[in-house]
Structure formats: C-alpha cells, structure tokens
C-alpha cells in the first residue's frame, strides 16, 4: 500500500442535528477524488472504532429517494456513533457502488424496465460493485485507525476493507426499514449480493 495515496486536506467542526462531529477532507492523489471522513470522540484512545463506510448516494441523501436505503444508513451510523460516544464515518465519492451519478441513473432507467440493481449494471458493462476500499485504509492510517467495529450489512465489504488493510474487529448490522419503492432492491442486495438483511 502506497503511503501517498491520498493527501490530507484539512479538518472543521461539522455540528448537525445529532451531534457536533468533525470533518476530515482528504484528496486522492491520482483522481484527485475527494473523500471525506466524519468523526466524533477521541478515536485515538479507542481499542476498536465504530465505523461506517459509505458510499455517497445524491439520489438518496440529497433528494430523499425511496429506490434504496443509503439515507437511512446514512443517517442511523451517524445516530449510533453519537450515541456510543465516539466513532467515524469514511464517506467515499463511490456513487451507484463505484458507477458514478450519471451511470447510475442510466441503471436506474434500465431497473424502470424491469432489470434488478444488478442486472442493470451488467446491461452497462460493470461487476454489481466496482467500489474499492484502499482509500479507507489510507484515510484511518492518517487518523491513527488499526481496528474497527464495521456497521454495515455487507459480509463482501468485510472482506474487502480486511484485504485493504484494515482490521474488522465485528460486523454491526444496520436494520433496514423497507417501502413498496425499495423492496425489491432489498431483496436483491440479500439475494445477489449477500447482504444479511
């Protein structure tokens, strides 16, 4: 793993309604992507560090879309890590799991026609998930991250984040509320992609 991979950029106060986080802005350097990560409590003094990994979803944080759970993930991680005190958010430009906005409504169109989450990315020409997670690895280096306690419904995102270098102490579910717009994206993720929904 490069050491360079990505460069700090600088850290703010990032009050909200659920508590008054920090952001930590971070630039890869070959894209020159920006990611960013979220934090609250002394993480430095924490054997292993609640964590979301989240792919950033416009549709549905932005402009509060029913089609999938991103928002409420979102939002529920930020609640838990307020609640325990302490914990990050890494909050990674991987729109459409690694397809990117305008990608994604495209699959978004093609899942209008019939096609499931995955199908509709394999109609485009990439793998159900093009995300890479070595960005993660590199930003908890910089914010002195060894072992974490992964909130996600993900067993492949696990085994990813490991690979990339970071330590997964356990896997915290997230429970999922579905509508009649999500429940078949829900049932695909648990059936095609192996979420434990």
Do not use: W
């Not at 430095?44 to 879309?65: A, D, P, W, Y």
């Not at 993930?73 to 838990?80: D, G, I, N, V, Y």
């Not at 409504?105 to 093609?110: C, E, P, Q, V, W």
């Not at 989450?117 to 690895?137: C, K, M, P």
């Amino acid at each position: 793993m490069q050491k360079d991979i990505i460069k700090f950029v600088e850290v703010s106060e990032l009050p909200n309604e659920i508590e008054n986080f920090k952001v930590h802005a971070f630039t890869e350097n070959q894209s020159e992507i920006d990611h960013l990560a979220i934090t609250l409590g002394d993480i430095k003094s924490t054997n292993f560090v609640l964590t979301r990994i989240h792919s950033q979803c416009i549709t549905g944080e932005s402009f509060f879309s029913l089609r999938c759970d991103c928002r409420f993930q979102l939002t529920e991680s930020l609640k838990l890590i307020a609640k325990n005190g302490c914990g990050v958010v890494f909050y990674l430009q991987q729109e459409g799991r690694g397809i990117g906005l305008s990608n994604k409504i495209r699959a978004y169109k093609l899942q209008d026609q019939g096609l499931d989450t995955v199908e509709a990315n394999h109609q485009l020409g990439f793998a159900e998930d093009e995300r890479s997670y070595e960005i993660v690895s590199a930003m908890a280096r910089h914010l002195n991250i060894t072992t974490i306690d992964l909130m996600t419904n993900n067993p492949k995102k696990i085994e990813a984040v490991e690979k990339s270098g970071l330590k997964v102490n356990k896997r915290i579910p997230i429970k999922i509320k579905s509508n009649d717009h999500n429940k078949n994206y829900l049932d695909t993720k648990a059936k095609k992609l192996g979420h434990l929904m």
